[in-house]
């Protein structure tokens, strides 16, 4: 899994750190996997949404 829940970074490199982040997280394009622009399609199933 790729998805941190939280991230222990030096308190002298938390600025740097976050700006990584965002940068990252910002070139995430969510959507139908059918779609080559697409980066990120769904992370579970209908079934296991339902559960």
Request: hydrophobic residues 45%; proline residues 8%.
């Amino acid at each position: 899994c790729n998805a941190p829940s939280r991230m222990l970074v030096p308190r002298a490199q938390l600025a740097e750190a976050e700006a990584i982040a965002a940068e990252v997280s910002a070139s995430v394009v969510v959507g139908d996997p059918a779609n080559e622009a697409t980066t990120m399609g769904p992370v579970v199933s209908e079934l296991q949404f339902n559960k």
